[in-house]
Antibody, heavy 127, light 111 residues
Framework: DVQLLESGGSLIHPGGSLRLSCVVSEVTFTTNARGWVRQAPGKGLEWVSVVSGSGDTTHYADSVKGRFTISRDTSQNTLYLQMNSLRAEDTAVYYC????????????????????WGQGSLVTVSS | QSALTQPASVSGSPGQSITISCTGTSSDVGGHNHVSWYQQHPGKAPTLMIYDVSDRPSGVSYRFSGSKSGNTASLTISGLQAEDEAIYFCSSSTTTSVLYVFGTGTKVTVL
């Protein structure tokens, strides 16, 4: 089975920056798309960002576009989420996920579902 | 784009069957066969239960089944067991720039 282990969550002031990491124990790291899904305390799930298996396609939810950046280090089997200009509404548990997708006529990747989840990393944005 | 609409709660007795609905629009549930369902126990990460409307991942009980009609998807749990008590979220790809949306979540209680 795939295992995903997140780290990096902490208490941060509004306007601050934080980087989450996710170590993936899977041989096919560069084959599978991955991403981040978050859940505010007591609330529902919200998709945040995904990157295709090839790494050439990234997508972001409107709520984080321009502030968050997804990236990966294939040599370390690690996925990252760089979060800048953090707001109180970004407070949530952030889950690293494996994100099988589908491809349009231009071979552009889109997320389809999330079949493996990490245990989550709590980010609290508060003064 | 709004979240998909689910009932806040559904309950049933052990052994019974229950169905959770998930209502969207022609831009998401009605426009894609990429509807999935997740189970979340308190304090735990979600687990994928159904993908592509009605497919079950390896290891998921046959008691869980999914379907779709028009803009509404459904998750049926048959032979309800105490361990099924959890929150269930539906989700769908979309044909808009939003790309992906989750449902509001349904708390299942086993009486």
């Amino acid at each position: 089975d795939v295992q995903l282990l997140e780290s990096g969550g902490s208490l941060i002031h509004p306007g601050g920056s934080l980087r989450l990491s996710c170590v993936v124990s899977e041989v096919t790291f560069t084959t599978n798309a991955r991403g981040w899904v978050r859940q505010a305390p007591g609330k529902g799930l919200e998709w945040v960002s995904v990157v295709s298996g090839s790494g050439d396609t990234t997508h972001y939810a409107d709520s984080v576009k321009g502030r968050f950046t997804i990236s990966r280090d294939t040599s370390q089997n690690t996925l990252y989420l760089q979060m800048n200009s953090l707001r109180a509404e970004d407070t949530a548990v952030y889950y690293c996920v494996k994100a099988p997708g589908y491809y349009d006529a231009s071979a552009y990747y889109y997320p389809r579902y999330f079949d493996f989840w990490g245990q989550g990393s709590l980010v609290t944005v508060s003064s | 784009q709004s979240a998909l609409t689910q009932p806040a709660s559904v309950s049933g007795s052990p052994g019974q069957s229950i169905t959770i609905s998930c209502t969207g629009t022609s831009s998401d549930v009605g426009g894609h066969n990429h509807v999935s369902w997740y189970q979340q126990h308190p304090g735990k990460a979600p687990t994928l239960m159904i993908y592509d409307v009605s497919d079950r991942p390896s290891g998921v009980s046959y008691r869980f089944s999914g379907s779709k009609s028009g803009n509404t998807a459904s998750l049926t749990i048959s032979g309800l067991q105490a361990e099924d008590e959890a929150i269930y979220f539906c989700s769908s790809s979309t044909t808009t720039s939003v790309l992906y949306v989750f449902g509001t979540g349904t708390k299942v209680t086993v009486l």
